[in-house]
Every structure is written in structure tokens, then in C-alpha cells.
């Protein structure tokens, strides 16, 4: 029963609620005359948010932020993304990627797997993850040993 009313009367009850507003409009007016409905531009649909006090411009990130005591870091590969694993090394999963001349907060230094003769790895500050220290130049500060 259910079924059937969500199949049938639904969808007439929404087809007769949508044409209403078209058949008052289209029928003459015998009464006092209706008040003038503001006009809408064609290309702009109206919102249903309510208009802003005033606009905002786009505020950079770092502009907002402190300047971190972390030591910083720059991803160092040259044409491909630096992997931001869960642990310190390879066999952790994948859980993000650093484009190439990224800057880094580290938080500290830790031995894992090996990876291209080192067995370094840099945990990010925040608790983002484990890169390689294979592909990351410390280039402010010293690192911290876990």
C-alpha cells in the first residue's frame, strides 16, 4: 500500500501542486489586482541563502597561520610525488602524496625500512604521516630523534 502511494499519488499530488502557480497566472483576474512580483535575471537562479553583508576576498593560508617551530623540509624528487605513508616504512599503507619542492614540517627522525641506502624517516608534524629521508632536504632546523 505503501508502494503504491509513493509510486502513484506521490508524484500526481507534486504534478498538480507544480501546475497551480501556471493556472492562477494563466486565469483572469476578477479580483483586486495582485501586487507586482519582483523580476529574476533569466541566468541567475534565486538562492535560498541569505545575501551576504559583504564580500570577502580570499585570505592566503599562510598569512593566517604562525610561523611553526617545526624544522622544515623540501620533498626532493624530480618529476614524481613523494608517498606519505602511515609508518615508517614501505610495507604501510599509502595515505597521501607531496608534490616535488614541497615544503615539509617535521616533527622528528626515525629508522625504518630501507630505501635507497638509508634507513631514515621524518615524521611529519600533526601527525600526518612517514616520508622517506631519501627524498627530503632539511633546509630549516635540525630534526629531533623520536
Known amino acids: 500500500m505503501i508502494r503504491r502511494l509513493l509510486t502513484g499519488v506521490l508524484p500526481a499530488a507534486v504534478a498538480v501542486v507544480a501546475l497551480l502557480p501556471a493556472a492562477a497566472d494563466a486565469a483572469p483576474a476578477a479580483s483586486a489586482p495582485r501586487a507586482a512580483v519582483p523580476a529574476v535575471a533569466a541566468h541567475e537562479p534565486p538562492s535560498l541563502l541569505p545575501a551576504p553583508a559583504h564580500r ?10 604562525r610561523r611553526s617551530n617545526h624544522p622544515v623540509g623540501v620533498v626532493t624528487t624530480r618529476h614524481a610525488s613523494l608517498n606519505v605513508r602511515s609508518g615508517p616504512g614501505t610495507g604501510y599503507r599509502t595515505i597521501g602524496v607531496r608534490h616535488p619542492g614541497r615544503w615539509l614540517a617535521l616533527q622528528c627522525r626515525t629508522h625504518g625500512s630501507r630505501v635507497r641506502g638509508t ?26 630523534w623520536c
Do not use: E, K, M, Q
Not at 570577502?56 to 597561520?65: K, L, W
Not at 615524521?123 to 633546509?139: D, E, K, Q, T
Open 56 to 65: 570577502t576576498h580570499h585570505v592566503s593560508r599562510r598569512a593566517t597561520h
Open 119 to 144: 634507513h631514515l624517516w621524518y615524521r611529519l608534524a600533526h601527525g600526518r604521516g612517514y616520508v622517506s629521508a631519501r627524498y627530503v632536504a632539511v633546509i630549516r632546523g635540525s630534526v629531533p
